[in-house]
């Protein structure tokens, strides 16, 4: 019933994402514009699997360090690849795809980086290591940014700040094929690992007895989450929020069981992000806002709410 | 003396053509402005005293003879009102004319590095008016240097600057001359041309109507279809784009590196780009407010014209 529900939202949200936008379209040649066919459908399953990442990637995080703050952005990858995006784009690499791929292998050095700095004798992932390393990196990559940026010219570091605020206006078919075939892996990968995860929200001790490697499991899923991440930032810039209320939110409908929240946390993720970005490209029309901004201006109160009814 | 050389030299070209111009020009001007200009060019004849676009009362003893100018547009203008061997100080991105490298750079001029402009021992600082140089303007106040703020957003205000800082660099006539030409830049028939032009790519940003390049454009005989964006630039939807369906799109050859020129899938919404109607601009040429840009509308004009 539940699940009805919410891919019934979903389906909504994707039907209104594609019938409404800042220009008007009559229905006669509706299947025929090139408004629709190459920029609304593709930007509507954009935000769609990007939302969906993002989603899935905070609830998988929360789960592994243990830790309701989690959220993609916490461990360093937003900073990671916000550093690589302004670096592509104040050496003025040239082509469509420089700064997306900057993003990428930033927020995957990130990645290392922390991981690295998590890694307590041994192959222990120490889940503290993992948020502390992660704001450290972050900060360490903000701090390198500002300077690129201060360094840069006037209209590169404008537009290098716009971009690191997220947006999905550069959507088009090859980034939505590029996503839609790069999310299955690491997607499978965090619903397979949803039994363990289960067992790892009752203690690691209590893991560890009932036979799960939690070391083994922290790894995977720590790497397939940061790989969400990465792809998300790499075609839409940082867009906060969605890793962080989505798992909540679904977490209060579906409960804490991963097999149902993983899935959950895709696809509320997705209608979220979907919705946000119809707002955005419609409130302020012509113009358009930072999808982020929206995000968190209708997200953070829904947080708020949340956190109030646990703590009454 | 020097002052009637100058003046013989010069004479003042009566302003053809400025008529209809001006009064176009002057429903874009606020009242302000107008109030400036005349408090500009109407000064007491002790001393200099002129108001600036901050409406600040800005008095000098005697001509300045070291100016550090903090903006490209106005260090362009003092080797224009004659005022060049005057400038001690110059930004990053003072490049014209080509004299104006040979001045000493006090950095970038976003945020003004006070330690640099102050070894350079000015009696005037000129900025561009703006909340971060509203700060430095206080400041350098403080330490007893005259600085001024103006605005060259549009070619009314550059002629304005031209008079001002003709006046307190002891260039007034040729200050007067410069504002006459920049005035009578003439406005070229209409081409029927619609263009978007693009600042940047992702996210995509266009020309708005409060901006140099609107101006240009509009001088030059082409219709900017975001014309009605009240701000100089901002970020739209492709779609829009799309829809507003310009005949061409200007783009800009140096404007801040990579990803200006439209590339990928999604700009195959817009017509222009599927026809490959596409003006390439040189940025430092036509993006900022020059005395050249009677020059400038001739070229942009040429460029609409022959097409891509």
């Known amino acids: 019933m539940k699940r009805a529900g919410l891919l019934l939202a979903a389906l909504a949200a994707l039907i209104l994402a594609v019938a409404i936008g800042p220009t008007h379209v009559p229905w006669s040649e509706f299947a025929s514009s090139p408004i629709v066919r190459t920029l609304r459908v593709p930007r509507a399953l954009l935000a769609f699997l990007v939302g969906g990442a993002l989603g899935t990637a905070g609830a998988a995080l929360q789960a592994v360090v243990r830790n309701p703050l989690a959220d993609p952005f916490l461990l360093g990858l937003s900073g990671g690849a916000g550093l690589g995006a302004v670096l592509a784009i104040a050496a003025g690499l040239p082509g469509a795809w420089a700064t997306p791929l900057a993003a990428f292998a930033g927020a995957l050095a990130a990645m290392a980086l922390v991981y690295r700095i998590a890694l307590a004798q041994g192959s222990e992932l120490d889940p503290r290591g993992l948020i502390l390393g992660g704001v450290a990196v972050g900060a360490f990559a903000g701090a390198l940014t500002t300077a690129v940026v201060s360094l840069a010219d006037a209209v590169a570091l404008r537009n290098a700040l716009l971009w690191l605020w997220g947006g999905l206006s550069g959507a088009s078919w090859d980034a939505v094929v590029v996503v839609a075939v790069y999310l299955p892996i690491p997607l499978a990968v965090l619903f397979a690992a949803a039994r363990p995860l289960d067992l790892l929200a009752l203690g690691e001790e209590p893991a560890r007895y009932l036979g799960t490697d939690v070391g083994a499991l922290r790894r995977r899923v720590y790497v397939a989450a940061s790989l969400l991440t990465a792809v998300a930032v790499a075609v839409s810039g940082v867009i906060g929020f969605v890793g962080l209320i989505v798992p909540h939110g679904v977490r209060a409908l579906f409960g804490h069981r991963h097999r149902a929240l993983l899935p959950a946390a895709f696809v509320g993720g997705g209608t979220l992000l979907t919705l946000a970005d119809t707002v955005a490209r419609v409130v302020v029309a012509p113009r358009e806002l930072p999808v982020g901004i929206v995000t968190a201006l209708v997200g953070v109160p829904l947080f708020a709410l949340l956190v109030r009814r646990w703590t009454a | ?308």
């Open chain 2, 1 to 308: 003396m020097a002052l009637r050389a100058t003046r013989r030299r010069l004479p003042i070209s009566a302003p053809t053509g400025v008529g209809i111009f001006a009064l176009r020009r002057l429903a874009y001007t606020n009242l302000a402005a107008c109030v400036a200009l005349c408090a500009g060019t109407r000064a007491p004849a002790q001393g200099l005293g002129v108001t600036d676009d901050a409406g600040r009362s800005v008095r000098l003893a005697a001509p300045a003879q070291r100016v550090v100018s903090l903006s490209p547009a106005i260090t362009e203008l003092l080797f224009a009102l004659g005022a060049g061997v005057q400038v001690v100080g110059r930004t990053t991105w003072c490049d014209y004319p080509p004299a104006a490298r040979a001045v000493p750079n006090v950095g970038d001029g976003l945020s003004p590095n006070l330690e640099s402009i102050l070894a350079r021992h000015p009696d005037l600082v000129v900025l561009y008016d703006s909340p971060t140089n509203m700060v430095a303007t206080t400041r350098l106040n403080g330490l007893g240097i005259a600085a001024l703020l103006l605005r060259q957003d549009r070619l009314v205000e550059l002629a304005r600057d031209a008079r001002i800082l003709g006046r307190l660099t002891g260039h007034a006539d040729r200050g007067d001359s410069v504002a006459a030409a920049i005035s009578s830049v003439r406005q070229a028939p209409a081409l029927g041309l619609r263009i978007a032009i693009l600042a940047w790519q992702n996210p995509p940003t266009v020309i708005g109507g409060a901006s140099y390049l609107d101006e240009l454009a509009a001088l030059a005989g082409a219709e900017n279809v975001f014309h009605d964006l009240a701000s100089p630039a901002a970020v739209v939807s492709l779609e829009t784009i799309a829809a507003r369906d310009p005949d061409a799109l200007v783009v800009f050859a140096d404007s801040g590196g990579a990803g200006t020129r439209p590339e990928g899938l999604a700009w195959q919404a817009i017509r222009a780009v599927r026809s490959g109607r596409i003006i390439v601009l040189v940025g430092s040429r036509f993006g900022r407010p020059s005395p050249r840009a009677g020059e400038a509308v001739v070229e942009f004009r040429r460029l609409l014209e022959a097409g891509p």
